[in-house]
């Protein structure tokens, strides 16, 4: 009896794979395809199939797209623009060529109808004879199936509100036509057909509430394979697995619930089935569930999280390594960051780890290692196998921690980081990876705690790279400069001393040169504050230490070093000693022995300076006075003979004027003074005594008014006349505008600006030398303007 009860399946179709032929093989369309894949292809239709239909010797589709295909036996699939977006209904009359279909034109539930006559054509297209909307009244709604007459007088549409409506009349026709609702319902019609019993036309309608009977008498395994026969969609099939599923569940087979819950993945929503298996003694079903759920990659990370909490709490390791122990990143269906959280919270580290390193999720590998199992030689180990860029960021993060319990290996790590890195393989470098290397300054701060350590790292960066950035030298002076001062053992002060001397001298200060001397100045290193002051060219720092310090002969030797760059420290010196009360009367004459040779200051200021100290007797500077005078003496000796030689000239000078003016002048030049041969006529003679040939002199003369032979020292006196010219009306006009001016202080800034009051070299010449020297350019001016050529 049980066999009556089952459903029988009768097979009317053979089923074929549908290929067409390659157009260019010369084959046509329907012959016979040879033997050879290269000869047909899988027959491809358009993406986007949303609907379809056959009649009329072809199959139809509508797409997403808004077009209809029509593919007819010969495999030539044709097709044009329906609708502007979807297609979402068709239907094919049999008897005649018409296409009803269902789609849309804009956005929004608004379905409109549009009929095709197939035989007519409209720009190419079929012949559109008719478009109305779908929808009868204003309440929207869905259309779920469409169904036409034959004889072209009937058309039903249903909806998922469950109404029905018929349009009556000539369906390719506006006019005539008439719509009425045949039907309202709860549940949504999902099939509509006509039948003709002799003069009476019947309308069959199918909704949901029909179901598809079999559940009120709990016959769910008839449902289902009647719904398979009838080839219901999976939602369709979804939803009976889950109602024959809430059936078994109810019944208290927990264990067949599950499996028909199990079928409903991808449809159902998986809380809807977790809620039902949360307590502690459905667990196995719960984790039979989720197991299904992560194979088919349809998990989140809370499910990822629910499985793993079951796995831990049935601690079924071996399920739990089978779970997570997976080949690639492909075979993975499940968030990895999620299973690893959990199975650290739970205590399982070991597969935490394991997860972790498979996946390359290196900050929760290093978590576990430095947080949990306190590993640190293993962590340290792992950053070391990591690419340059994780390497990095890791030893950025987790520096401290393992400096402060591995100081000497993570330097080394950090010595190879900022050098030439190169991932190590199980402990040995990659010697073909190209290295890499980090900032070395950006990891300084990992050394806080651990001043030897840092100490190593910085003079290895300064050997191996000595283009490492300015922070890493500014920080191991720094470090020198504090060992150096806290430093009690005087052996190894003076070597701390001599490091960090020679750190300063090693040139890498120049552009930091206040940084340095900062730090020299905070450690009181003062040979590193003297040696940044010499580099600097900062004297009067020098000379201002030392007299802080009373160090008399450094005083001296740093003006003997410096003075010809800076004269006036000779005077802060003479100064400085002149405010002793001690006796410093061998530092004043080395002193005042230089500014004599030097001529650096006027004799009475000496005195007035000196005039300060009790201790300066006039015995101090006897000497100085006596030999003052007598180069004065001396000067003014050789000034008054100069002045007479002047005088001389002039009156020489004067008395040739006069001949020149009262009495002719002979030239009895016997030679050329050019090429110094024998004077020939034509010949140039001029007032100052120079005679040259004719052609001599036009090869040689820049103008005809001038002697060559006088004129580059003739030129030389008029530049100084012109000179003393300009000057002369420079001063002139700087008073007349200094009288009549409302504000003074502009004029005198306006020269300032023009340089007028620059810093001239004045010649000390006695009057009476000055008076001669006038005389004497006077007189030479008169001689040249009077000058003139002769023949």
Known sequence: MAAYLQWRRFVFFDKELVKEPLGNDGAAPTAAPASGPAVSKFLCLPPGITVCDSGRGSLVFGDMEGQIWFLPRSLQLTGFQAYKLRVTHLYQLKQHNILASVGEDEEGINPLVKIWNLEKRDGGNPLCTRIFPAIPGTEPTVVSCLTVHENLNFMAIGFTDGSVTLNKGDITRDRHSKTQILHKGNYPVTGLAFRQAGKTTHLFVVTTENVQMLFKKNLFEMAINLAKSQHLDSDGLAQIFMQYGDHLYSKGNHDGAVQQYIRTIGKLEPSYVIRKFLDAQRIHNLTAYLQTLHRQSLANADHTTLLLNCYTKLKDSSKLEEFIKTKSESEVHFDVGTAIRVLRQAGYYSHALSLAENHAHHEWYLKIQLEDIKNYQEALRYIGKLPFEQAESNMKRYGKILMHHIPEQTTQLLKGLCTDYRPSLEGRGDRETPGCRASSEEFIPIFANNPRELKAFLEHMSEVQPDSPQGIYDTLLELRLQNWAHEKDPQVKEKLHAEAISLLKSGRF???????????????????????????????????????????????????????????????????????EEDCKEYVAAVLKHIENKNLMPPLLVVQTLAHNSTATLSVIRDYLVQKLQKQSQQIAQDELQVRRYREETTRIRQEIQELKASPKIFQKTKCSICNSALELPSVHFLCGHSFHQHCFESYSESDADCPTCLPENRKVMD?????EQKRDLHDQFQHQLKCSSDSFSVIADYFGRGVFNKLTLLTDPPAARLTASLEAGLQRDLLMHSRRGT
């Open 510 to 580: 120049c552009d930091v040169f206040d940084k340095a001397l900062v730090l020299c100045q905070m450690h009181d290193f003062q040979d590193g504050v003297l040696y940044l002051y010499e580099q600097g060219k900062l004297f009067q720092q020098i000379m201002h230490y030392h007299m802080q310090h009373e160090q008399y002969r450094q005083v001296v030797a740093v003006c003997e070093r410096h003075g010809e760059q800076e004269p006036s420290l000779w005077e802060q010196a003479l100064s400085y000693f002149a405010r002793k």
């Open 720 to 724: 100084m006349i012109r000179a003393q």
